[in-house]
């Protein structure tokens, strides 16, 4: 089974309009971490926003926000105001308390953004 | 130079060729990392290094070898390489801390391999 499931291989969005891309995790580990991480054309993996599994609040980074809905396994990234420097592959990454350092990444959502 | 460096960015390679990926952190990290990513795959980790020692081999075949000569150099040699092989391998450091999930990977910009 897959442990990051990402379902949405493409998503268009209108600037200036916030979007949210899915991820579902599989764990049986009480502490891990989920990551999503911005992957523009030149390659280099860039990081956004980390969720501890024991955070009781939602993280948020400037425009970036995790809708983090640990019952259902789920750690949506939310982007605000979209811009058109925000059209990239974004990928979602957990890292399992028993799993060391190891980040294991989902499929990745490619979002394009429209003028 | 700044956060993680890859070189060279593009490379082109017979199957018969031996080469070598180089990855440098100035970051002080204590953990480096190499990632395979394939079109339309997930990213894959192949190896992991902390404090220097190589901690994590993901079922890479022989004919990739790394080698971390000190906390800030990585290495990923090739040689004897298939097409298949072809693929953007990415380099990322992270300090690392006891018992802490939440040490992100930086990551370098990529070397884009073409196997010919």
Known sequence: ?115 | ETGVTQTPRHLVMGMTNKKSLKCEQHLGHNAMYWYKQSAKKPLELMFVYNFKEQTENNSVPSRFSPECPNSSHLFLHLHTLQPEDSALYLCASSQEEDSAANNEQFFGPGTRLTVL
Do not use: H
Not at chain 1, 83 to 104: H, I, K, V
């Open chain 1, 1 to 115: 089974a897959q442990k990051i499931t990402q379902t949405q291989p493409g998503m268009f969005v209108q600037e200036k309009e916030a979007v949210t891309l899915d991820c579902t995790y599989d764990t049986s580990d009480q502490s891990y971490g989920l990551f999503w991480y911005k992957q523009p054309s030149s390659g280099e993996m860039i990081f956004l926003i980390y969720q501890g599994s024991y955070d009781e609040q939602n993280a948020t980074e400037g425009r970036y926000s995790l809708n983090f809905q640990k019952a259902r396994k789920s750690a949506n990234l939310v982007i605000s105001a979209s811009q058109l420097g925000d059209s990239a592959m974004y990928f979602c990454a957990m890292r399992e308390g028993n799993a060391g350092n190891m980040l294991t990444f989902g499929g990745g959502t490619r979002l394009m953004v429209k003028p």
